[in-house]
């Protein structure tokens, strides 16, 4: 395509995403998002105006330099468009599926001032897919070696990143995951109608290519501490990841039907529990039921898309405030809503109750009303007086969050932590109080995104090469 | 990939493995459990780590196949490969100079009493060891406890063996007869923990148990072994696996135990089936003398 003026490019309409009619796919697991083809990538690759200041990279929490990929993919370098993709993104396939664009690169997008954002997101995806599909060998750049030897414990987005980063920079990579596959929360959390496991396994290949030795099966903290660790690494990066789930504190948790939506989301994603008896984890039988999932975040979503995907027939998200506060992606609510997920909003659970034998029949739900706004600015859900509803239901998922996870603060002493037991850094540098030990994630931040998790780990390679270098600088 | 090194029956449907896990057998203390999968489908078995052999880096793991996972699991042989072993998981038991401890195994329960009876020994316990079994056959690792208490007292509920009756029986027996116990380690069958709570309940004496919840990463990730103690949940993988039985809420653990039932019957069909292919596989395979190899 010759040259087109920036008006021109400017008139160009943003290509909306292919995607699975909202019916079938309400019950397949198979992906929503079917992804551009190569014609539609490279006519919404014109619509970048190529801005000399690019704002859109400084919303990118791993920089990934927008303009230029995108330039290659209207140029049809699909090849060149992935490769410079990835010299900032180790998971690009990946975060072109789950980044929440809309509040970072796409939010800043000069074209969005005047009509919708370029879809950074779905070219993302699209140079990243197409390199996968299309390029067989991918002969990685082998950097010279440093002689230097790097922990990373946990294989989640943030250790993923990480690793990515500093074994381009030369060290010596070593990965170790408790849980039996590689990806942390793009394995057990995220749903494969939305994050495909291939693509993580594509990713995680990728990695293993350039060197990157990965240990499943290994917990840090018990079997190996992390004082052990330090004898025989130079340096030690935790991305554990938050996974200590939250529940509710109201009466009748205990009654069998309540998950957590990490426990249900990982009997579905990671053991695969949708193809029992195959699979030989159990499920609850929620076919033809009634479930509820609590909270309004991706994960919520996750849940309550996943539970229709198992027959469910009605999936309801409870939610205690409106849909404008809700933490979840624009994206994923609206596929919500078309897949026919009920929402009942501004409500919050007062009680489980069950039958004789201990089986989830019902909640109770408070019906709330907005007042003043709190401290975080947003305004407080408060009871209304009276209005409670019971509605029947089979299952429950709990999906409001999660505390740190307790094995690394409670084998290793030394290690500062706050009283939520996040490890404490310094957010420039990723440095822990132990010296050469740098984290980064949900393990610091609290529960977060996956992009907000890989810039920790980008940000701590980068610190930990510049400590490697120069030890004494600490 | 985990070599087996030995694995042989102890008891009807119980089955005694030796894994190569160097690892794990160095750091693991008593108490603590692996979680292990059969194959690269396989469900995530917690099973307590009953021994280990630090020179020969093995663990030992004795599994009751009742469901179709352990089922597989028994199947397996010396010279084959377990999938994934991961651990060493949970917080190690409490062990202390007591004075008198008393070791209540039911069933396959012995084999997660005896390493904890064996540390309890060490640290200078009387050790008395009570192995409740349905019938003789049910009694396991009588000679092992031998080796690593000071009285061992077998008991069968059907009288086939030592002791008629129940362990509490026994206990309370012991208890009557004037015996000063201090401690009191139970672990079996929910009622056989729920019974041994109330029985030492009113001497007052410490008493611990080691709960087995349905459990999925073993990490704290998933709360799904959530049990209730002292009326708060706790997460038994990482904050257990014992606990104080007097505060222990065995109905609810004996409810949440109860919730893939219906799960478990289909998953044993399954499991036959699938083995009834298998035979008739290679039954057929032999009559046309071609190898077979299994997927």
Same mark, same amino acid.
């Given at each position: 395509?010759?040259? !087109?003026?920036?008006k021109?490019?400017?008139?160009?309409?943003?290509?909306?995403?292919?995607?699975?009619?909202?019916l079938?796919?309400?019950?397949n697991?198979?992906?929503v998002n079917?992804?551009?083809?190569?014609?539609?990538?490279?006519e919404?690759?014109?619509?970048?105006?190529?801005c000399?200041?690019?704002?859109?990279?400084?919303?990118?929490?791993?920089?990934v330099?927008?303009?230029?990929?995108i330039?290659?993919?209207?140029?049809?370098?699909?090849?060149?468009?992935?490769?410079?993709?990835?010299?900032?993104?180790?998971?690009?396939?990946?975060?072109?599926?789950?980044?929440?664009?809309?509040?970072?690169?796409?939010?800043?997008?000069?074209?969005?001032?005047?009509?919708?954002?370029?879809?950074?997101?779905?070219?993302?995806?699209?140079a990243?897919?197409?390199?996968?599909?299309?390029?067989?060998?991918?002969?990685?750049?082998?950097? @010279? &070696?440093?002689g230097?030897?790097?922990?990373?414990?946990?294989g989640?987005?943030?250790?993923?990143?990480?690793?990515?980063? !500093?074994?381009?920079?030369?060290?010596?990579?070593?990965?170790?995951?408790?849980?039996?596959?590689?990806?942390?929360?793009?394995?057990y959390?995220?749903?494969?109608?939305?994050?495909?496991?291939?693509?993580v396994?594509?990713?995680?290949?990728?990695?293993?290519?350039?060197?990157?030795?990965?240990?499943?099966?290994?917990?840090?903290?018990?079997?190996?501490?992390?004082e052990?660790?330090?004898?025989?690494?130079?340096?030690?990066?935790?991305?554990?990841? @938050?996974?200590?789930?939250?529940?509710?504190?109201?009466?009748?948790?205990? !009654?069998?039907g309540?998950?957590?939506?990490?426990?249900?989301?990982?009997?579905?994603?990671?053991?695969?529990?949708?193809?029992?008896?195959?699979n030989?984890?159990? %499920?609850?039988?929620?076919?033809? &039921?009634?479930v509820?999932?609590?909270?309004?975040?991706?994960?919520? %979503?996750?849940?309550?898309?996943?539970?229709?995907? !198992?027959?469910?027939e009605?999936?309801?998200?409870?939610?205690?405030?409106?849909?404008?506060?809700?933490?979840?992606?624009?994206?994923e609510?609206?596929?919500?809503?078309?897949?026919?997920?009920?929402?009942?909003?501004l409500?919050?659970?007062?009680?489980?109750?069950?039958?004789?034998?201990?089986?989830?029949?019902?909640?109770?739900?408070?019906?709330?009303?907005?007042?003043?706004?709190?401290?975080?600015?947003?305004?407080?859900?408060?009871?209304?007086?009276?209005?409670?509803?019971?509605?029947?239901?089979?299952?429950?998922?709990?999906?409001?969050?999660?505390?740190?996870?307790?094995?690394?603060?409670?084998?290793?002493?030394?290690?500062?932590?706050?009283?939520?037991?996040n490890?404490?850094v310094?957010?420039?540098?990723?440095?822990?109080?132990? %010296?050469?030990?740098?984290?980064?994630?949900?393990?610091?931040?609290?529960?977060?995104?996956?992009?907000?998790?890989?810039?920790?780990g980008?940000?701590?390679?980068?610190?930990?090469?510049?400590?490697?270098?120069?030890?004494?600088?600490? | 990939?985990?070599?087996?090194?030995?694995? *042989?029956?102890?008891?009807?449907?119980?089955?005694?493995? #030796?894994?190569?896990?160097?690892?794990?057998?160095?750091? #693991?203390?008593a108490?603590?459990?692996v979680?292990? *999968?059969?194959?690269?489908?396989?469900? #995530?078995l917690?099973?307590?780590?009953?021994?280990?052999?630090?020179?020969?880096?093995?663990?030992?793991?004795?599994?009751?196949?009742?469901?179709?996972?352990?089922?597989?699991?028994?199947?397996?042989?010396?010279?084959?490969?377990?999938?994934?072993v991961?651990?060493?998981?949970?917080?190690?038991?409490?062990?202390?100079?007591?004075?008198?401890?008393?070791?209540?195994?039911?069933?396959?329960?012995?084999?997660?009493?005896?390493?904890?009876?064996?540390?309890?020994?060490?640290?200078?316990?009387h050790?008395?060891?009570?192995i409740g079994? #349905?019938?003789?056959?049910?009694?396991?690792?009588?000679?092992?406890?031998?080796?690593?208490?000071?009285?061992?007292?077998?008991?069968?509920?059907?009288?086939?063996?030592?002791?008629?009756?129940?362990?509490t029986?026994k206990?309370?027996?012991?208890l009557?007869?004037?015996?000063?116990?201090?401690?009191?380690?139970?672990?079996?069958?929910?009622?056989?923990?729920?019974?041994?709570?109330?029985?030492?309940?009113?001497?007052n004496?410490?008493?611990?148990v080691?709960?087995?919840?349905?459990?999925?990463?073993?990490?704290?990730?998933c709360?799904?072994? *959530?049990?209730?103690?002292?009326?708060?949940?706790?997460f038994?993988?990482?904050?257990?696996?014992?606990?104080?039985?007097?505060?222990?809420?065995?109905?609810?653990?004996?409810?949440?135990?109860?919730?893939?039932?219906?799960?478990?019957?289909e998953?044993i069909?399954h499991?036959?089936?699938?083995?009834?292919y298998?035979?008739?596989?290679?039954?057929?395979?032999?009559?046309?003398?071609?190898?077979?190899?299994?997927?």
């Open positions: 395509m010759a040259d !087109l003026t920036t021109e490019r400017y008139k160009i309409e943003r290509h909306s995403m292919p995607e699975q009619d909202a079938a796919r309400s019950r697991f198979e992906e079917l992804g551009y083809t190569f014609e539609i990538a490279m919404e690759a014109e619509r970048c105006i190529r000399k200041n690019p704002v859109c990279v400084a919303g990118c929490p791993v920089a330099k927008i303009p230029d990929f330039k290659m993919i209207a140029e049809g370098k699909f090849e060149e468009a992935a490769s410079i993709l990835k010299e900032d993104n180790a998971l690009p396939a990946v975060c072109g599926r789950v980044c929440p664009q809309e509040e970072q690169c796409e939010a800043v997008c000069v074209v969005g001032k005047k009509g919708r954002p370029v879809a950074i997101g779905y070219l993302e995806r699209f990243a897919d197409w390199e996968r599909n299309n390029v067989k060998i991918i002969e990685p750049k082998i950097p @010279a &070696k440093t230097k030897k790097v922990a990373v414990v946990g989640g987005p943030a250790g993923l990143s990480c690793a990515g980063d !500093l074994i381009q920079l030369g060290h010596e990579v070593t990965v170790f995951e408790a849980l039996h596959e590689i990806g942390g929360v793009l394995i959390g995220i749903p494969e109608f939305r994050l495909p496991k291939e693509i396994k594509a990713e995680v290949e990728s990695l293993s290519k350039l060197g990157v030795n990965f240990v499943t099966n290994y917990v840090i903290g018990l079997t190996e501490t992390i052990e660790l330090k004898a025989r690494f130079d340096a030690i990066f935790i991305g554990v990841g @938050a996974g200590l789930p939250y529940f509710l504190n109201i009466p009748g948790e205990q !009654l069998n309540v998950y957590s939506a990490n426990e249900f989301l990982t009997r579905v994603n990671l053991m695969k529990a949708y193809d029992f008896p195959n030989p984890t159990p %499920m609850l039988d929620v076919v033809g &039921k009634t509820a999932v609590f909270g309004g975040g991706n994960t919520a %979503m996750d849940a309550v898309r996943t539970s229709l995907r !198992l027959g469910a009605r999936a309801i998200i409870c939610y205690r405030r409106t849909e404008q506060e809700m933490p979840a992606r624009v994206e609510i609206h596929h919500a809503k078309e897949e026919g997920v009920e929402f009942k909003l409500v919050a659970p007062l009680e489980f109750i069950g039958d004789e034998d201990g089986w989830l029949r019902k909640v109770k739900l408070q019906q709330m009303e907005l007042g003043e706004p709190d401290s975080s600015g947003r305004r407080r859900p408060v009871p209304i007086d009276g209005a409670i509803e019971t509605i029947d239901i089979t299952a429950a998922i709990i999906a409001i969050g999660n505390g740190s996870n307790p094995i690394i603060s409670q084998t290793t002493p030394e290690l500062i932590v706050n009283k939520w037991g490890i404490i310094n957010e420039g540098n990723m440095k822990t109080n132990m %010296m050469g030990v740098f984290a980064g994630g949900d393990i610091v931040t609290g529960g977060a995104t996956v992009i907000l998790a890989m810039g920790a980008r940000t701590a390679a980068k610190a930990i090469d510049d400590f490697l270098k120069n030890p004494e600088s600490w | 990939m985990n070599k087996i090194i030995e694995a *042989r029956f102890i008891g009807p449907d119980v089955k005694l493995f #030796r894994i190569e896990a160097p690892k794990i057998a160095e750091k #693991r203390k108490g603590q459990f979680i292990i *999968r059969v194959n690269d489908t396989g469900e #995530r917690p099973l307590t780590i009953a021994d280990s052999d630090t020179s020969a880096g093995t663990i030992t793991i004795i599994v009751q196949g009742i469901g179709a996972s352990t089922k597989m699991l028994n199947t397996l042989n010396a010279g084959d490969y377990i999938h994934d991961v651990g060493p998981l949970g917080k190690a038991s409490h062990i202390e100079n007591f004075g008198t401890a008393v070791s209540i195994g039911g069933g396959v329960g012995t084999a997660i009493a005896f390493p904890t009876a064996k540390a309890l020994k060490e640290a200078g316990n050790v008395i060891s009570i079994g #349905r019938s003789k056959e049910f009694v396991i690792l009588e000679e092992e406890m031998k080796q690593v208490a000071d009285e061992v007292y077998p008991t069968t509920d059907d009288g086939s063996y030592g002791y008629h009756g129940f362990v029986q206990l309370e027996e012991l009557k007869s004037g015996r000063k116990i201090d401690f009191v380690l139970a672990i079996g069958p929910i009622p056989m923990m729920a019974a041994v709570a109330k029985t030492t309940q009113p001497y004496i410490q008493t611990v080691s709960l087995n919840p349905v459990m999925v990463d073993g990490t704290g990730m709360g799904g072994c *959530r049990a209730y103690v002292d009326n708060k949940p706790v038994v993988c990482v904050d257990g696996p014992e606990f104080d039985a007097h505060k222990v809420d065995f109905k609810i653990l004996m409810q949440r135990n109860k919730m893939y039932l219906p799960q478990e019957k998953s069909e499991f036959n089936h699938v083995c009834n298998d035979k008739m596989y290679d039954a057929e395979a032999k009559k046309t003398n071609h190898e077979v190899t299994h997927g």
